[in-house]
């Protein structure tokens, strides 16, 4: 439980409420910050409207309440544009408007279940954002429906919990509001998978099962190299995976092992690879190929990986061979 560090490069105002601390403003100049769990023994449970933008907001009429600290030190200037890795306290429970507004380069943001309400347009022009890492349950997380339908861009949300960490993938999608007529009547037209794979919800609590069912829309819109992605990602972390869908998401790696090696060699990610490669749904084509762009990128890990399973390929191949 992190408590506010005297040398922390922030200032941060802060305003009482029944729970503990809103914080109104963070102003940093920095790309990378870590806001305290706790100040003065109270926890931040909440962050006000406009808290990280370039635009002020309005404080309360009663300021004499406001905490700001460090209260004393060298001047801070801010800029929302030079954020780009942040640790939300652990108890903060609500995201108020706007209040990243402007964080342009924002791209990977932490924070934990206790999360239950995300306000309007709280991500407003954070172009860059791609990753969220979840403390936590995520369907104990109440405001992850309200905060997946603010980022409307390809993510990826990491759950790290103690039991068994796992990560999910969210495709992109597009609202667009066209108007058609004089009298301001408009058409709203959805465009992309992502937005079927942000309605799994049974209120607010998230539906693994659903999540399973939208990868269809993936293969009918022939998005090939997503669908192996998410495919990979559930069969290295199967949580509450049903068997129809595990056989459906190699099914999948099966048609496409081109694809699936293509993105495990990206990614650097042993884990996955080797993952991938238990499943034994490649060919020796694909894996020879996989291993000779191992070997241009100079990954010696996934080389090694690549090898211990092509020799034993190759040394059926022999004895098939030679019994003919």
């Given at each position: 439980?992190?408590?506010?560090?005297?040398?922390?490069?922030?200032?941060?105002?802060?305003?009482?409420?029944?729970?503990?601390?809103?914080?109104?403003?963070?102003?940093?100049?920095?790309?990378?910050?870590?806001?305290?769990?706790?100040?003065?023994?109270?926890?931040?449970?909440?962050?006000?409207?406009?808290?990280f933008s370039s635009r002020?907001?309005?404080?309360?009429?009663?300021?004499?309440?406001?905490?700001?600290?460090?209260?004393?030190?060298?001047?801070?200037?801010?800029s929302a544009s030079a954020?780009?890795?942040?640790?939300?306290?652990?108890?903060?429970?609500?995201?108020?408007?706007?209040?990243?507004?402007?964080?342009?380069?924002?791209?990977?943001?932490?924070?934990?279940?206790?999360?239950?309400?995300?306000?309007?347009?709280?991500?407003?022009?954070?172009?860059?954002?791609?990753?969220?890492?979840?403390?936590?349950?995520?369907?104990?997380?109440?405001?992850?429906?309200?905060?997946?339908?603010?980022?409307?861009?390809?993510?990826?949300?990491?759950?790290?919990?103690?039991?068994?960490?796992?990560?999910?993938?969210?495709?992109?999608?597009?609202?667009?509001?066209?108007?058609?007529?004089?009298?301001?009547?408009?058409?709203?037209?959805?465009?992309?998978?992502?937005?079927?794979?942000?309605?799994?919800?049974?209120?607010?609590?998230?539906?693994?099962?659903?999540?399973?069912?939208?990868?269809?829309?993936?293969?009918?819109?022939?998005?090939?190299?997503?669908?192996?992605?998410?495919?990979?990602?559930?069969?290295?972390?199967?949580?509450?995976?049903?068997?129809?869908?595990?056989?459906?998401?190699?099914?999948?790696?099966?048609?496409?092992?081109?694809?699936?090696?293509?993105?495990?060699?990206?990614?650097?990610?042993?884990?996955?690879?080797?993952?991938?490669?238990?499943?034994?749904?490649?060919?020796?084509?694909?894996?020879?190929?996989?291993?000779?762009?191992?070997?241009?990128?100079?990954?010696?890990?996934?080389?090694?990986?690549?090898?211990?399973?092509?020799?034993p390929s190759c040394q059926?191949?022999?004895?098939?061979?030679?019994?003919?």
């Amino acid at each position: 439980m992190k408590d506010f560090d005297p040398g922390f490069p922030a200032r941060l105002t802060l305003y009482p409420n029944p729970e503990g601390w809103t914080l109104l403003r963070c102003e940093s100049n920095c790309a990378q910050l870590t806001l305290p769990d706790m100040v003065q023994d109270k926890p931040i449970t909440q962050i006000g409207d406009y808290a990280f933008s370039s635009r002020a907001p309005r404080h309360p009429q009663d300021e004499t309440q406001c905490l700001v600290v460090p209260s004393e030190g060298q001047e801070i200037s801010h800029s929302a544009s030079a954020l780009e890795q942040l640790v939300l306290p652990r108890f903060v429970k609500s995201i108020g408007n706007y209040a990243f507004y402007g964080c342009t380069k924002l791209s990977h943001l932490s924070l934990s279940d206790a999360l239950r309400q995300v306000g309007a347009d709280a991500f407003m022009n954070c172009f860059s954002m791609k990753e969220l890492s979840v403390a936590g349950q995520l369907p104990h997380m109440l405001g992850l429906r309200q905060l997946l339908r603010e980022l409307c861009g390809e993510l990826t949300v990491s759950v790290e919990n103690l039991d068994q960490p796992y990560t999910l993938l969210f495709p992109a999608y597009e609202e667009e509001h066209e108007e058609m007529a004089a009298p301001h009547i408009f058409h709203y037209h959805i465009a992309g998978e992502g937005y079927l794979y942000r309605q799994c919800f049974n209120q607010d609590e998230f539906q693994f099962s659903e999540y399973d069912a939208a990868f269809a829309l993936l293969l009918k819109t022939h998005s090939f190299a997503f669908a192996v992605q998410v495919a990979l990602s559930r069969l290295c972390y199967p949580v509450a995976l049903s068997q129809t869908a595990k056989q459906e998401y190699i099914a999948c790696l099966k048609q496409h092992p081109d694809l699936a090696f293509s993105h495990c060699l990206k990614q650097r990610d042993t884990r996955l690879l080797s993952a991938y490669l238990k499943l034994n749904c490649w060919d020796k084509q694909s894996l020879e190929t996989a291993c000779n762009h191992a070997r241009s990128a100079g990954n010696t890990q996934a080389v090694g990986l690549l090898l211990a399973h092509l020799q034993p390929s190759c040394q059926q191949t022999e004895r098939a061979r030679f019994s003919l």
